[in-house]
């Protein structure tokens, strides 16, 4: 069920309150056009209406998935450890096998919501995002700055992603095989890794301690074959 909520947010730039209307839950199945907008990157502008002021009004919301079983909690700002462990699964025991993520930007919302819908793991994906990251600045010699998964095609074989370099408004197009995504897998699982009952932080942060776990591995025929990121990084069209 979506829920919302009214709230006075005063105008940086006149001054004046602006009563606004805060979805701090969204079901994809019952608002269609909030998931719409999240896609699109408009669901947090705010203008005012008495001086047009315009800016991002990033707030606490919880976007819940029910037929893909999937919740991501947007927490702007913060980090996994500003959550109070609340044992979800264990007081609320209808959520057990819905995965649970918490964000901390609409971009990384977004992200979520892409890699859930298309079937796939994001322990996965943030592996192959940090491999091709990782060959992206050691090829062109920049610094990236964020990356994030786009698309996925099955049947061409391919997964998308967007990279910004650091200093650049204009992003890189890079793609992986499917086949560089399953190689990530077989490294989570080689780490043994589970999100737990809470919600959890799977971020660049996470695939970094995994990577780092993985090559401190004893050596058996799959990690003498993949001692680093899984990284693919074509150019997507």
């Given at each position: 069920?979506?829920t ?28 269609p056009?909030?998931?719409?907008r ?19 009004l990033?707030?606490?919301?919880l976007y ?31 959520l057990h ?5 918490v964000?901390v ?10 890699v ?11 592996l192959?995002k940090?491999?091709i ?17 786009c ?13 910004f370099?650091?200093g ?7 793609a ?9 897998m077989e ?7 589970t ?33 680093s ?9």
């Amino acid at each position: 069920m979506s829920t919302q909520v009214n709230k006075d947010v005063c105008c940086p730039q006149c001054g004046k309150p602006v009563r606004t209307k805060m979805w701090t839950g969204i079901s994809a199945q019952t608002e269609p056009e909030m998931r719409a907008r999240i896609l699109d990157e408009t669901f947090f502008d705010w203008q005012c209406p008495h001086c047009g002021y315009q800016a991002e009004l990033v707030y606490p919301c919880l976007y819940h998935d029910k037929a893909r079983k999937f919740m991501v909690y947007l927490v702007p700002e913060g980090n996994e450890k500003d959550l109070k462990k609340v044992n979800v699964d264990e007081r609320f025991p209808q959520l057990h096998d819905v995965k649970k993520r918490v964000v901390v930007s609409p971009m990384e919302l977004k992200e979520k919501i892409l890699v859930f819908e298309a079937g796939l793991d994001d322990v996965g994906i943030e592996l192959v995002k940090a491999g091709i990251a990782a060959a992206v600045e050691e090829k062109n010699g920049v610094s990236v700055e964020a990356g994030c998964f786009c698309f996925a095609d099955p049947q061409g074989d391919r997964i998308g992603f967007l990279f910004f370099p650091e200093g650049s408004n204009q992003p890189m197009k890079k793609a992986a095989r499917l086949f560089t995504y399953e190689k990530a897998m077989e490294i989570a699982k080689e780490c043994k890794f589970t999100p737990g009952e809470d919600f959890a932080r799977v971020d660049g942060l996470l695939a970094a301690r995994l990577l780092e776990q993985y090559q401190r591995l004893p050596a058996t025929p799959a990690t003498e074959n993949s001692s680093s990121a899984p990284a693919d990084g074509g150019d997507a069209s």
